[in-house]
């Protein structure tokens, strides 16, 4: 069982730029791959960013340039750099891990493990 917990959410003004953390704790050395995503008000969940164990990473289109996401695997904490921050940035932000190999994927479906999420809240 990977445990999660995210930090590092709040209120940002347009322009800026807040850095989301997710340490991943219990059996943390089976985890191999992980991934944010984020879920606004009355839309589906999207995957923003994953990482693979080797730091091979993806993005998303609409965060490219402006995020990016990078794990520190000797202590198991996975964060996303989060710059340029915009209006419709906002959103609960969630970090996910696989149970297996999965590469840096954005798909929800190959993540076992949730986080419960921080708020990110960017102001115009």
């Known amino acids: 069982q990977v445990h999660l917990m995210e930090s590092g959410g709040g209120s940002a003004q347009t322009g800026g730029s807040l850095t989301l953390s997710c340490a991943a704790s219990?059996?943390?050395?089976?985890?191999?791959?992980m991934g944010w995503f984020r879920q606004a008000p009355g839309k589906e969940r999207e995957g923003v960013a994953g990482?693979?164990?080797?730091?091979?990473?993806e993005v998303t289109d609409a965060v490219k340039g402006r995020f990016s996401i990078s794990i520190d695997n000797a202590k198991n904490i996975l964060y996303l750099q989060m710059n340029s921050l915009k209006p419709e940035d906002t959103a609960m932000y969630y970090c996910?891990?696989?149970?297996?190999?999965?590469?840096?994927?954005?798909?929800?479906?190959?993540?076992?493990?949730w986080g419960q999420g921080t708020q990110v809240t960017v102001s115009s």
């Open positions: 990482i693979d164990i080797n730091g091979m990473t």
């Open positions: 219990g059996h943390a050395f089976g985890v191999y791959c």
């Open positions: 996910a891990a696989a149970a297996g190999w999965v590469g840096p994927s954005r798909l929800e479906s190959v993540y076992v493990y």
